[in-house]
């Protein structure tokens, strides 16, 4: 339970990191990296890294940054996390184009 408060916590700070001054946010964002290889074992952690992978999809809006988030949308709904994939498009619907969670 502590590790997912943890992950939820990290959901929020990214969340409003977009916020954030664009060099400020370059500056820390990177940083959590991590995410991706250690926090995908329960689905605050899941929804964490995706969370991460938006958020540098917004700072540097590459091809490449919007494929790994596509990627991890679909990882996500192949897993079965369903309730992740949902609370990411809650989250995130505003801020980046809908087609991102267009799984065709």
Do not use: C
């Amino acid at each position: 339970m502590a590790r997912s408060l943890f992950f939820r916590g990290i959901d929020q700070a990214l969340i409003n990191a977009i916020k954030l001054d664009d060099a400020e946010a370059k500056l820390v964002v990177p940083q959590l990296s991590w995410l991706l290889t250690l926090a995908t074992d329960v689905p605050a952690g899941w929804q964490a890294a995706g969370s991460w992978l938006i958020v540098m999809a917004i700072l540097d809006p590459t091809a490449k940054r919007f494929a790994a988030v596509r990627q991890y949308l679909h990882r996500t709904l192949n897993v079965g996390h369903l309730d992740v994939f949902n609370a990411l498009h809650a989250a995130w619907q505003d801020h980046i184009p809908s087609q991102w969670f267009d799984q065709d």
